[in-house]
């Protein structure tokens, strides 16, 4: 296996409090993430990485490799770089992180974002998909847009891009990305990231990719299906998302 993948997850979340223990189809989110990534079968070894003994636990329960972190990380790729640093991961020159609130991240997702990495296009890569307009105005919906290259310009909780003229509404449209929370990361690239004191732009939108990318990092955007979109940030995105548990059909047991 040449690839680690690393499910960071901490209690602290604010919108929805005690995350990773929610439950979705009976068990914890924390759970459902690592079944949905091992089932994925991508070939990567993965562990889930806490600072929240009771996240620990009710990994370990399910059978996940946990390790336990420092209690100070600002952010799940300082996390992250933290497992990556220690002896027993060393070896592994690409490092995925996958949120741990993206029950439903596809296959599709973390090999785009790790292929970015893996052929040397990028030292960052992560994955988006395309969106429809009613994304806009809801913060909890992270928005990337990209250039031609595929590289991120710029995340956002804010409506971007932009239409400054409803005349171009067929442009903007076209251009409408839905971010998915998981990141690649080349070795150096992880370590210079963490390196970096926060920025002000991620201290303001509370999204840590944007550390990176005021740094002049590169980081590539792998477009995928947008079914691959699915996080749960809100008590409404849970209550969703355990909808979409209940009706999921038998034929697809083993897979959210």
Not at 77 to 105: H, K, L, M, N, W
Not at 108 to 120: F, I, K, T
Not at 139 to 148: E, G, L, N
Request: charged content about 20%.
């Amino acid at each position: 296996m040449s690839t680690l993948i690393v499910i960071p997850a901490r209690l602290g979340s604010t919108r929805l409090p005690q995350k990773p223990l929610r439950l979705l189809g009976g068990k914890p989110l924390i759970v459902r993430v690592w079944e949905r990534v091992v089932s994925l079968d991508i070939g990567a070894r993965v562990v889930v990485a806490t600072d929240s003994e009771a996240v620990a636990a009710a990994a370990a329960s399910a059978g996940a490799e946990v390790v336990m972190t420092r209690a100070d990380h600002r952010s799940g790729t300082d996390r992250v770089a933290e497992v990556a640093a220690r002896p027993g991961c060393a070896g592994y020159d690409v490092i995925v992180s996958v949120q741990g609130d993206e029950p439903y991240i596809s296959a599709e997702s973390v090999r785009g974002a790790a292929g970015l990495v893996e052929g040397g296009r990028f030292p960052l890569g992560t994955a988006a998909c395309r969106a429809t307009p009613d994304i806009l105005l809801d913060p909890s919906v992270v928005k990337v847009v990209t250039d031609a290259r595929d590289r991120a310009l710029y995340f956002s909780r804010a409506p971007i891009p932009f239409l400054r003229d409803l005349s171009d509404r067929a442009e903007r449209d076209a251009l409408l990305r839905q971010h998915i929370g998981v990141y690649a990361y080349a070795r150096l690239a992880l370590a210079r990231w963490v390196s970096l004191p926060p920025h002000p732009l991620e201290i303001t939108e509370q999204l840590e990719q944007l550390r990176p990318l005021a740094d002049g990092l590169a980081m590539g955007v792998a477009t995928v299906a947008p079914s691959a979109a699915g996080g749960i940030d809100t008590e409404e995105d849970l209550a969703t998302a355990n909808a979409r548990w209940a009706g999921r059909q038998p034929s697809a047991a083993g897979a959210l």
